[in-house]
């Protein structure tokens, strides 16, 4: 399909119309001032003061939109006296304003929660759904390395509509079958080029990826984790004896979907519910006997690395790091993927 | 699409104390239809839950051979096994599975086989076990070598009495600490190579212990000539989900609770041991 335009002061309007028949979602700046990627309809909150608070440029979110296929705390289902309710969610989801990297992110997601035996709940909630993208044309963070980690800063591939920033215009890009449905629903909001934008596209596009000024030699080491001797046990330890273990990484990281699971209950009802877990937490390998296969600090720094660098990548082949660069952002104690990617490749202590 | 979460109630059907602090149930789904038409393979295991204190996965005990019921023979540990035993003939639990891959079976027959348990490790060969010896013309010489930490802590001491009857068969049992009376071995399940022959011919040794004792024994067999792919275990990690979604047994690229719990030693071998194997 041609490109279309969009004008920027329409979106708000397309987003409220929109909002009548999916649950959409958008980066919006909360009180802190932070930019959380949130639904513009919640309880208690009017739509069109969800919709000053959309921020589609300039800062990214926190964390990525995982959490809405992924919530950080949710119910598999409720029980009662012995009886099971199950709680599925299958709304139709508008995600408008996602990054690149962070499509890369549901993208591998998706084919995490298919492998093996399915995922329900993940599954459901991401059955009806609409991804519009935001290319970058700066990067929202120092710490973003897409270009070396090759998912943006536009998106080749998996999204319904992709917008490219151009003066007071979007040029959109249609990428699915359901992206062309929805621009001719929304036909008075998506107008034909007057000039041949192509051009125009690949221009913008190429200078967005040169503005991006981290660099990291991401393929080489992606080759260097893969070989099975290669194994950075002194770059492990330095990282182990410097993390925290606060987790803030595993929650910022659009692909980290390890889960806890438990009960909340009083009397013979509650709910059994899973809530976000991560590989660096002590307790997460520690059993029942006290026995802790992974009882060292460095050896969960080398599962982080090794997953993202060499396992997902022999698995799913694709990186389980789509280059975001939110780990070093959330970390206090400065630790990240890209610098612990610049030590291995080049050969240098930077952390 | 099936909600792999989603436990069914099971009615437990009798109560079996093995040691001081371990139990077997014996369930039986509550629907008719389910019951009838469950299927597990010997290895496999399943989430057993008590509502309001959680799920743990539990080996199935029982074997395929022996049908219309399930085994599981359950410490009391952590929270949910010690609620679990609580439990009385006739209350409900909730199961979902089977899950993981299985012992070999078919590739056993003609074989000899080596059993090596310690302490609860015995349950999920057991499972294997009577299902060997509901077809015991199909293998060739079985021997069962066993530990405890005391003559107390062994399981299923009635069937060791009956295992050890049948033809071709040999059950050797050892304790760390004896008691008044006690016949048998003294010392680590590896000391009972020098009560009987462990020969690699035509043999499979099959495994499950605790890590340390897991370590030994395989030290042991490979001492004596066996092939690592003649060496098989079923390992355990601390596991949420069961289906390979919530990560938390996952070592390399493995994840023991579908590309397991069953390995040889071959493939253990290339897991990462860095990341604790056992």
Not at chain 1, 177 to 202: A, M, N
Not at chain 1, 285 to 296: A, F, L, Q, W
Request: glycine content about 8%; proline content about 5%.
């Amino acid at each position: 399909m041609k490109i279309k335009i969009i004008e920027k002061k329409n979106i708000k309007d397309l987003l409220k119309e929109a909002a009548a028949e999916w649950n959409v979602y958008a980066p919006q700046r909360n009180l802190g001032g932070d930019v959380w990627f949130e639904a513009l309809s919640k309880p208690g909150t009017d739509l069109d003061k969800a919709l000053e608070s959309v921020v589609l440029e300039g800062p990214d979110t926190v964390i990525s939109a995982k959490d809405i296929f992924f919530p950080q705390l949710e119910t598999l289902f409720s029980f009662n006296d012995g009886k099971i309710h199950e709680k599925i969610e299958s709304s139709p989801k508008l995600l408008f304003g996602v990054r690149p990297c962070d499509l890369k992110g549901i993208l591998f997601a998706d084919a995490f929660f298919k492998r093996n035996l399915e995922d329900k709940y993940y599954l459901s909630r991401v059955e009806n759904r609409f991804i519009v993208v935001i290319g970058c044309l700066k990067p929202p963070r120092s710490s973003c390395f897409c270009t070396s980690a090759m998912t943006g800063p536009f998106a080749k591939e998996g999204f319904d509509l992709q917008l490219v920033e151009y003066k007071d215009l979007y040029l959109v890009e249609t990428g699915s079958q359901s992206g062309e449905e929805f621009i001719l629903k929304f036909k008075k909001y998506f107008k034909d080029c007057p000039c041949d934008f192509e051009k125009t596209v690949d221009e913008v596009k190429s200078r967005a990826a040169g503005s991006v000024e981290l660099k990291v030699d991401f393929q080489k080491a992606l080759e260097l984790m893969g070989q099975e001797s290669f194994i950075p046990e002194e770059n492990y330890k330095r990282i182990g004896e410097r993390c925290i273990y606060c987790g803030g990484c595993l929650y910022a990281c659009p692909t980290c979907t390890c889960f806890n699971v438990f009960d909340n209950s009083k009397d013979k009802s509650g709910e059994r519910m899973r809530n976000w877990d991560g590989c660096v937490y002590e307790g997460y390998t520690r059993e029942t006997s006290g026995h802790n296969p992974r009882k060292d600090k460095w050896q969960r720094a080398s599962r982080r690395y090794e997953h993202k660098l060499k396992y997902d990548y022999k698995q799913a082949g694709s990186s389980g790091c789509v280059g975001c660069g939110r780990c070093l952002t959330s970390c206090p104690v400065d630790i990240g993927m890209s610098k612990f990617i610049q030590e291995i490749t080049e050969k240098r202590k930077i952390m | 699409m099936k909600n792999e979460y989603i436990p069914f109630p099971a009615v437990i059907e009798d109560v079996r104390r093995e040691t001081f602090d371990t139990k077997t149930f014996r369930v039986r789904f509550q629907d008719k239809e389910l019951a009838g038409s469950f299927k597990y393979k010997q290895g496999q295991f399943m989430e057993v839950s008590v509502f309001g204190k959680g799920e743990a996965p539990i080996s199935i005990t029982s074997s395929p051979s022996r049908k219309d019921f399930l085994e599981f023979t359950i410490r009391a540990a952590g929270s949910v096994t010690k609620s679990i035993h609580n439990l009385k003939k006739g209350d409900c639990l909730h199961l979902r599975g089977p899950y993981g891959n299985a012992f070999p079976f078919e590739e056993l027959k003609g074989k000899n086989i080596y059993f090596i348990a310690g302490g609860i490790g015995l349950a999920p060969l057991r499972s294997l076990i009577n299902m060997v010896f509901d077809s015991r013309k199909d293998f060739r010489h079985i021997k069962l070598l066993y530990g405890a930490k005391t003559p107390d802590e062994l399981c299923f001491k009635n069937e060791l009495e009956t295992w050890k009857k049948i033809p071709d068969t040999e059950v050797w049992l050892t304790v760390d600490k004896p008691c008044d009376g006690w016949g048998c071995r003294v010392g680590v399940v590896t000391e009972l190579w020098k009560d009987t022959h462990i020969h690699p011919d035509n043999a499979t040794a099959i495994l499950c212990g605790p890590p340390i004792m897991m370590k030994f024994v395989i030290m042991k067999l490979a001492e004596s000539g066996f092939k690592d792919k003649d060496i098989i275990m079923t390992l355990e990690r601390y596991m949420k989900c069961g289906i390979g979604k919530c990560g938390h047994c996952n070592i390399g690229e493995k994840f023991i609770c579908v590309d397991g719990p069953v390995f040889d030693y071959e493939q253990v071998k290339q897991l990462p041991h860095k990341e604790g194997v056992f």
